[in-house]
């Protein structure tokens, strides 16, 4: 079999980043500089060997470090050098990113902070909420809608809703893609419930705050602005485990007995750092559980994070092993998070969750053994796991070629994108966020609404059946017709100087821009077959002269087809 | 009416296959009808509730006459019963008692239609709530490389009623580990949405495209695409002749306007319209009740008065077809026997889970109590497991749903009729 060297094409970056931006809006890219400050000319990466020819090492990186190519990607990729693009994927502060960043403007709740939050959308009055639980119970009144968006738009679940919509102007139109596929990721690995009480006023500062900033960085930076993040802290109790045996000293719960609270200190093992095989026990997670009491909220307040020595736990604990002596403070709970981050059986699962994501479902043991050790090797930075993830063999395997199904985010973003898809001029109810993260509810995939720790599962299993399959069937329908509000596509474009009056011309040109000719003989004939068919043929008016390819139903049957529900 | 429904559905099935006739890859669910053939039998349907998050089977069936129970949730506990009272616990058998916010499926133990096994659970110590349900669903305790689900075996193991694709059937986005497997389950998330809305281009081709889908997923692929495609486009045809939706709540049924209350009526709208339905699939969130559980009133209420608000709904809707109909709770653990500091509950071992339906033995509430006492508690802070969750769901599968004896639905367990709590009246006599 021929083996291929990858990213041959070692070159100086400068003139070609310029051709990188979004088509369209190349005009408004031209007062970027040619060669950002700094960035290194040429490539550290050495990639390894491989089977895959040129294309589908090309395809295979915009589909698993981006969200699918665009028109004109692959062949930017190529000129760069494939070594080279993902060197600056890996450095998504070195792009610039003007376009989204413009569209993000039309989500105010974007940069507000929590307080700020809590002003403009205050809560509910009680009583009421009470009346329309017990209308909604007894049958009588209409279903609360807000995970689909429906009721997001007015009162606090809009902050939810605008951060779903942000997300996937992002993962549509965003230059720095890989960063925002690992902000997906460890969202979904320290996920939160939006539908949790005052979590949906924090949830848009946990993203912004807690994962952003640290979706390349270090691991335990990652712990440690969740562990003390307030979304973080309710969603999973922390901010009112008190020492046991607490006292209330005022308040309305004045002279009320308190204690510990297990749920953050279980998820932090079991979930975000050990893995549920790590070797705790449940003493563990009680000492655990002492050791994080005080980390809390000023809720009443400014609404950040408070750690409370009156209610911390100040005796001896013991973790994993490890003596924290009495008196330790606000201190126990980081001397805990160094205790679980240099753990080796959190290096194992972390790097066994990234090979899952960009791998395979059932990753290979050498690619979870090389991630781990650069865990080990770096103190878990993030950026040199990828590295050793990008550079594994086994991430440009013939079998890692195509092994993942899209989940519903990752088809929604990659369908917009194939499409070239551009972003109407609407804002608010009717802008193109809103109706694209609208679409990847409508597929399973409500964002900011996982309600187990868990997030949103990562494995085909989860995502594939029946109901899901018709959504997805039903979206690609939509958007090749224009019936996404917000989302204009113009296949006309797309075609350029294919013969419309050649079905297959049509059907070609379609599959090179949306699959780049990744299609499977079986999926092509198929295609072929509905030509002559009325599927792909569309009769003119009155039925005038030759009869007109239908475009719209072609491109819907590409997006729909087997072959596109991968990566 | 039902009769001819069925029968378009038989044909439905041939129609499916025919237009499947150029690959080899035929639905599941038709491979497996091939050799069952058709019957006339109404089918016996089990509907699968789920409580993720490990429900508090102490705050839903409180044990009143345990007086440890009240000594450990000074705050949380449910008053007990005080006739005429509101908001205390109603009374069962003079020891456990129905929370108030179950007090709509008061009339169905009244009737004989609810039974309750408390005390029941996993034998595997898990506090995990992710492997605890995985446990629970695979129905292998302790083995993390089951692939299947207990309810996906179970069908395999005894031949289809009637040739269908809805003879497993889980209302929602996902598919639970319970259905996947080789019985060609589907998921749904709305009856509504459980079609391909290809039509509107203005161009009248909308049929011509769903045949075209049909056909880029009709070929030979083994993948789960492939095999997720051909089972939809039977489904869609089979739905479409069945009509479900034109089936209104019946008998003055009021489901509540919630996820559970939607779910559940459009359970009872497959069962209505005869589509083959066996098996429904029906998870209700919100159960990990860390923090102000509450106790008459509060956040566990709430839960417990959307579950028996849909429970009962489902019940009174389906009313004379409740003699083919089992429902049967479960959830993953049960919680603290002591109340936390947050007035909330942690992870625990058993919890209590309710069988209802005409063929339900009730008014009993089954299983031995270990007692709440701190001696008497799983590693000190937990109820103990003394009915194995397994014993429960072997008496559904093999007495309600017909699962032959001698079928493997819980690898590594042997079951007897013994040792089957006898809740249904089918099963051992107690």
């Known amino acids: 079999m021929?083996?291929?060297?990858?990213?041959?094409?070692?070159?100086?970056?400068?003139?070609?980043?310029?051709?990188?931006?979004?088509?369209?809006?190349?005009?408004?890219?031209?007062?970027?500089?040619?060669?950002?400050?700094?960035?290194?000319?040429?490539?550290?990466?050495?990639?390894?060997?491989?089977?895959?020819?040129?294309?589908?090492?090309?395809?295979?990186?915009?589909?698993?470090?981006?969200?699918?190519?665009?028109?004109?990607?692959?062949?930017?990729?190529?000129?760069?050098?494939?070594?080279?693009?993902?060197?600056?994927?890996?450095?998504?502060?070195?792009?610039?990113?003007?376009?989204?960043?413009?569209?993000?403007?039309?989500?105010?709740?974007?940069?507000?902070?929590?307080?700020?939050?809590?002003?403009?959308?205050?809560?509910?009055?009680?009583?009421?909420?009470?009346?329309?639980?017990?209308?909604?119970?007894?049958?009588?009144?209409?279903?609360?809608?807000?995970?689909?968006?429906?009721?997001?738009?007015?009162?606090?679940?809009?902050?939810?809703?605008?951060?779903?919509?942000?997300?996937?102007?992002?993962?549509?139109?965003?230059?720095?893609?890989?960063?925002?596929?690992?902000?997906?990721?460890?969202?979904?690995?320290?996920?939160?419930?939006?539908?949790?009480?005052?979590?949906?006023?924090?949830?848009?500062?946990?993203?912004?705050?807690?994962?952003?900033?640290?979706?390349?960085?270090?691991?335990?930076?990652l712990v440690l602005a969740t562990a003390r993040h307030p979304a973080m802290l309710f969603y999973l109790d922390n901010w009112m485990s008190v020492r046991d045996g607490l006292i209330v000293p005022s308040g309305p719960n004045q002279g009320q007995r308190r204690g510990l609270n297990e749920n953050y200190a279980r998820e932090l093992l079991e979930l975000h750092t050990l893995g549920v095989d790590g070797g705790y026990t449940q003493a563990d997670i009680v000492e655990t559980a002492r050791a994080f009491t005080g980390w809390s909220i000023d809720y009443q307040g400014t609404r950040q994070f408070l750690y409370r020595p009156g209610a911390h736990d100040d005796g001896e604990k013991r973790v994993l092993g490890h003596a924290l002596p009495a008196g330790g403070g606000e201190g126990d709970g980081l001397a805990v998070i160094d205790i679980v981050t240099r753990h080796p059986a959190t290096a194992r699962t972390i790097a066994t969750k990234l090979a899952r994501r960009f791998v395979s479902d059932q990753p290979p043991l050498a690619v979870v053994d090389r991630v781990a050790r650069a865990y080990r090797d770096t103190d878990g930075h993030v950026?040199?796991?990828?590295?050793?993830?990008?550079?594994?063999?086994?991430?440009?395997?013939?079998?890692?070629?195509?092994?993942?199904?899209?989940?519903?985010?990752?088809?929604?973003?990659?369908?917009?994108?194939?499409?070239?898809?551009?972003?109407?001029?609407?804002i608010g109810r009717r802008s193109a966020g809103f109706h694209l993260a609208r679409a990847t509810s409508r597929l399973g995939e409500p964002l900011f609404y996982a309600q187990p720790p868990t997030g949103h599962p990562d494995t085909a299993e989860a995502w594939m059946n029946t109901g899901t399959l018709l959504a997805r069937l039903n979206f690609a329908v939509a958007l090749a017709h224009n019936r996404l509000p917000g989302v204009r596509v113009d296949l006309e474009g797309l075609l350029g100087d294919a013969d419309r009056r050649r079905p297959e011309a049509v059907l070609d040109r379609l599959l090179a821009v949306t699959l780049h000719g990744q299609v499977s003989a079986r999926t092509r004939e198929t295609l072929i077959a509905q030509l002559h068919d009325a599927a792909g043929v569309r009769r003119t008016a009155g039925g005038q002269g030759a009869a007109d390819t239908d475009v719209g139903n072609l491109a819907a049957l590409v997006l729909g087809s087997p072959d596109f529900q991968r990566r | 009416m039902s009769g001819y429904v069925r029968r378009s559905f038989v044909k439905g099935g041939a129609l499916a296959l025919c237009g499947l006739a150029t690959g080899t890859g035929i639905p599941r669910f038709l491979v497996r009808s091939a050799y069952a053939g058709p019957t006339r039998r109404r089918p016996k349907v089990l509907v699968a509730v789920f409580q993720r998050g490990a429900v508090d089977g102490l705050g839903m069936i409180p044990?009143?006459?345990?007086?440890?129970?009240?000594?450990?949730?000074?705050?949380?506990?449910?008053?007990?019963?005080?006739?005429?009272?509101?908001?205390?616990?109603?009374?069962?058998?003079?020891?456990?008692?129905?929370?108030?916010?179950?007090?709509?499926?008061?009339?169905?133990?009244?009737?004989?239609?609810?039974?309750?096994?408390?005390?029941?659970?996993?034998?595997?110590?898990?506090?995990?709530h992710f492997d605890a349900q995985d446990y629970m669903e695979t129905g292998t305790p302790g083995v993390k490389t089951t692939r299947d689900g207990w309810l996906a075996r179970g069908l395999l193991a005894r031949a289809a009623t009637a040739a269908s694709p809805f003879r497993a059937v889980a209302v929602g986005p996902q598919l639970p580990r319970a259905l996947r497997g080789d019985a060609g389950a589907l998921a749904m998330q709305t009856l509504r949405d459980f079609d391909l809305g290809v039509d509107g281009s203005g161009t009248g081709s909308g049929m011509d495209a769903r045949r075209a889908f049909e056909a880029l997923y009709a070929s030979r692929g083994q993948d789960v695409i492939h095999g997720t495609g051909r089972e939809t486009f039977a489904a869609v045809k089979m739905l479409k002749a069945a009509d479900p939706q034109?089936?209104?709540?019946?008998?003055?049924?009021?489901?509540?306007?919630?996820?559970?209350?939607?779910?559940?009526?459009?359970?009872?709208?497959?069962?209505?319209?005869?589509?083959?339905?066996?098996?429904?699939?029906?998870?209700?969130?919100?159960?990990?009740?860390?923090?102000?559980?509450?106790?008459?009133?509060?956040?566990?209420?709430?839960?417990?008065?959307?579950?028996?608000?849909?429970?009962?709904?489902?019940?009174?809707?389906?009313?004379?077809?409740?003699?083919?109909?089992?429902?049967?709770?479960?959830?993953?653990?049960?919680?603290?026997?002591?109340?936390?500091?947050?007035?909330?509950?942690?992870?625990?071992?058993?919890?209590?889970?309710?069988?209802?339906?005409?063929?339900?033995?009730?008014?009993?509430?089954?299983?031995?109590?270990?007692?709440?006492?701190?001696?008497?508690?799983?590693?000190?802070?937990?109820?103990?497991?003394?009915?194995?969750?397994?014993?429960?769901f072997t008496e559904v599968a093999w007495h309600h749903l017909g699962v032959p004896n001698q079928a493997n639905v819980f690898p590594g367990f042997a079951p007897s009729s013994e040792t089957l709590p006898g809740v249904l009246m089918s099963g051992r006599v107690s």
């Open chain 1, 2 to 221: 021929r083996r291929w060297r990858i990213g041959l094409v070692v070159v100086a970056v400068g003139l070609l980043l310029a051709g990188c931006g979004v088509a369209h809006e190349r005009s408004a890219r031209s007062v970027v500089p040619d060669t950002p400050v700094g960035l290194p000319v040429g490539s550290r990466l050495t990639l390894p060997l491989t089977t895959l020819d040129p294309d589908r090492q090309v395809l295979h990186v915009l589909s698993r470090l981006a969200y699918g190519p665009r028109p004109g990607d692959v062949e930017r990729v190529r000129a760069m050098g494939l070594a080279a693009w993902i060197e600056r994927q890996l450095e998504p502060e070195r792009i610039p990113d003007e376009l989204v960043e413009r569209r993000l403007g039309a989500y105010p709740t974007l940069r507000m902070t929590t307080a700020e939050l809590f002003q403009e959308f205050p809560r509910p009055d009680p009583a009421a909420s009470t009346r329309r639980r017990e209308a909604m119970l007894s049958g009588e009144a209409p279903m609360r809608d807000a995970m689909a968006g429906e009721a997001g738009l007015g009162g606090p679940p809009r902050i939810a809703t605008e951060l779903a919509a942000a997300r996937l102007e992002r993962a549509v139109w965003s230059e720095r893609q890989l960063e925002e596929v690992l902000v997906d990721f460890w969202f979904n690995h320290f996920n939160v419930f939006a539908g949790k009480d005052a979590v949906r006023w924090m949830v848009s500062a946990y993203e912004r705050e807690a994962i952003r900033p640290h979706a390349l960085g270090r691991f335990r930076d």
């Open chain 1, 383 to 426: 950026r040199a796991m990828m590295r050793a993830l990008v550079t594994a063999p086994e991430f440009w395997s013939e079998a890692a070629w195509n092994a993942k199904l899209k989940k519903p985010l990752e088809l929604v973003a990659s369908a917009a994108r194939a499409l070239d898809a551009r972003p109407g001029s609407e």
């Open chain 2, 63 to 128: 044990p009143h006459g345990d007086a440890a129970y009240y000594a450990a949730r000074p705050s949380i506990a449910i008053r007990p019963p005080a006739a005429g009272t509101p908001e205390t616990a109603l009374d069962l058998d003079g020891f456990f008692a129905l929370h108030p916010a179950l007090e709509p499926l008061k009339p169905l133990w009244d009737a004989r239609q609810l039974a309750i096994v408390h005390a029941c659970g996993s034998p595997h110590p898990t506090r995990s």
């Open chain 2, 246 to 392: 034109r089936f209104e709540p019946a008998h003055g049924a009021r489901y509540p306007r919630t996820d559970f209350g939607e779910k559940l009526r459009q359970v009872a709208q497959l069962i209505k319209a005869d589509v083959g339905l066996e098996v429904a699939f029906v998870d209700i969130e919100g159960w990990d009740t860390h923090a102000g559980q509450g106790n008459e009133r509060g956040q566990l209420a709430n839960r417990l008065a959307d579950f028996a608000r849909g429970l009962r709904a489902l019940a009174l809707d389906l009313g004379d077809r409740m003699e083919d109909v089992v429902v049967l709770s479960m959830s993953e653990f049960g919680r603290t026997v002591r109340e936390n500091g947050n007035l909330g509950t942690d992870h625990g071992r058993a919890t209590a889970m309710l069988v209802l339906g005409g063929p339900v033995r009730g008014g009993r509430v089954y299983g031995r109590w270990p007692g709440l006492a701190p001696e008497q508690l799983f590693e000190g802070r937990d109820l103990e497991v003394t009915t194995d969750f397994r014993q429960l």
